[in-house]
């Protein structure tokens, strides 16, 4: 199991996709990792999620996790599909517990002082901001780091292209969550993200 802070680490975006048709997934995760973003985060939004992380899966360097996971059952069925992160759009404490002792690796959704205090109490440290933009945009995210201090962050929502230097370059930021990076050819795609690996460089 790899722990969450070195998926974080591994790519300065992590693309949040939502993937309709799960034909398109490995070619898709493909032109990701080709252009430098291995972490992909596929969300539970439509039938074609479970299969698409499993095809994501066979794409060598790859590492696939699912978003939008929501509840148990949904927990058991990208475990079953193999995923290899979790991503909830919140943290509740029994998904959160449930995940720890599933020992797949966690990164849940908070917006507030509370949500953090909740995860730190389940032994979690590190967290997904969102929705980023939303909830007060990096302003917010600095006031609420400040406390803090030991929390490391993915901001996710509403985060693009020309926003995403500003939040990395905050210390408690490890990368951002965006799908600005999934539009248009596959030859786009990988460029869009070579253009968006580098951002940390």
């Known amino acids: 199991m790899t722990d969450i802070l070195t998926i974080m680490r591994t790519s300065a975006v992590i693309p ?14 493909e032109a990701l990792v080709a252009g430098g973003l291995k972490v992909l985060e596929v969300t539970l939004r439509t039938p074609a999620a479970l299969e698409a992380i499993a095809e994501m899966k066979k794409v060598e360097g790859a590492i696939v996790g699912a978003g939008t996971v929501v509840n148990q059952d949904q927990l058991r069925q990208v475990a079953d599909a193999g995923a290899e992160f979790i991503v909830s759009p919140g943290l509740t404490d029994r998904l959160g517990s449930a995940v720890i002792e599933s020992g797949i690796a966690y990164l849940p959704g908070v917006a507030t002082a509370g949500d953090i205090m909740r995860g730190l109490d389940l032994g979690l440290s590190a967290f997904k901001f969102f929705p980023a933009e939303t909830s007060g945009g990096l302003k917010a995210l600095k006031a609420l780091a400040a406390p803090f ?3 490391r962050f993915c901001p996710t929502g509403g985060i ?9 370059a905050f210390g408690p930021v490890e990368c951002v969550g965006g799908s600005w990076v999934t539009g248009g050819t596959l030859a786009e795609i990988e460029a869009k993200a070579r253009a968006a690996s580098a951002l940390r460089e």
């Open 149 to 151: 201090y030991q929390c």
């Open 16 to 29: 949040v996709l939502v993937i309709d048709d799960a034909a398109t997934a490995r070619p898709l995760a």
């Open 160 to 168: 693009t292209e020309a926003s995403a230097r500003d939040w990395l």
